[in-house]
């Protein structure tokens, strides 16, 4: 357990938003450098007696303006945000990770499946998509075929681009 909360907090986003506690990610990356043993003890206790304590369930909704409207009477100029503890964050980034790894290990995702794989990134669904795009335009213009029916593709990848 040790282990993978060092790998969870090397990954996190630093700079994020915090929860009611005002706990950041850079406290609770000291806090366990300071003690690692501690955060360990407690996740593990968190997940062997299936316990989510409420304090990392709970979130202020902020609303936060976007920028460049032209007006901010209409309800749709605002993002809310609801920022929960790190702690809590931290726990449910394990156990995803572990959750991720065990339906890998008995087979229990479809190998298209992109997220949550560590061989399937972003660029890799942009890529099944493109690629039979690509050729079928191809063998289009060496047969000479025009389509014969216009099409619309949409897809819509989280960061497929910079």
């Known amino acids: 357990m040790a282990y993978e909360i060092q790998l969870a907090i090397a990954d996190l986003k630093y700079g994020t938003s915090v929860g009611p506690d005002n706990i950041t990610y850079s406290t609770l990356r000291r806090f366990n450098e300071a003690t690692p043993h501690l955060v360990p003890c407690v996740f593990t206790a968190c997940l062997r007696y299936t316990a989510h304590p409420p304090e990392w369930k709970t979130a202020n909704c902020i609303v936060i303006p976007k920028p460049g409207k032209k007006s901010y009477s209409h309800p749709k100029s605002y993002r809310p945000i609801s920022p929960q503890s790190c702690f809590g964050k931290l726990l449910e980034t394990i156990v995803a990770k572990r959750l991720s790894q065990t339906a890998l290990m008995y087979g229990a995702t479809h190998p298209s499946q992109m997220g949550a794989q560590p061989e399937n990134s972003a660029i890799d669904a942009l890529l099944r998509t493109i690629t039979p795009i ?20 949409t897809h819509d990848i989280e960061k497929a681009f910079n």
């Open 134 to 153: 690509a050729n079928s335009i191809s063998r289009m213009k060496t047969t000479n075929q025009n389509p014969t029916r216009p099409a619309v593709l």
